[in-house]
């Protein structure tokens, strides 16, 4: 019923910025909490943040003050702006629906896009 597509992941030098995009198919107004993740190789999935419906975020003390999140409830997608970045950055960046019952949806089990690679070398 729901699903995520991101995208804008690529190669960054480090120091520098990146947007990566989530599209949702669907209305995001009733999904009232959306996040990210990333997963670096040989490692477990990492919390990044999150946004809830009217913009409140949340982030990890890793990302905090780097990082940004955003959403548009008009155009359905949610945002990662991603500044000062460092080579421990690299990773596939996923976002996020929590399961739970949703008004439009009734109920989801976590849904998972298929992630973007973002990759922070010189």
């Known amino acids: 019923q729901v699903q995520l597509v991101e995208s804008g992941g690529g190669l960054v030098q480090p120091g520098g910025s990146m947007r990566l995009s989530c599209e949702v198919s669907?209305?995001?107004?009733?999904?009232?909490?959306m996040g990210w993740y990333r997963q670096a190789p040989g490692n477990e999935r990492e919390f990044i943040g999150s946004?809830?419906?009217?913009?409140?975020?949340t982030y990890a003390d890793s990302v905090k003050g780097r990082f940004t999140i955003s959403r548009d409830n008009v155009k359905n997608m949610i945002f990662l702006q991603m500044d000062s970045l460092k080579p421990e950055d690299t990773a596939i960046y996923y976002c996020?629906?929590?399961?739970?019952?949703?008004?439009?949806?009734?109920?989801?089990?976590?849904?998972w896009g298929q992630g973007t690679l973002v990759t922070v070398s010189s």
């Open positions: 669907g209305n995001i107004i009733s999904i009232n909490l």
């Open positions: 946004v809830a419906t009217y913009g409140s975020t």
């Open positions: 996020n629906v929590p399961q739970g019952w949703y008004s439009e949806y009734g109920y989801l089990d976590e849904v």
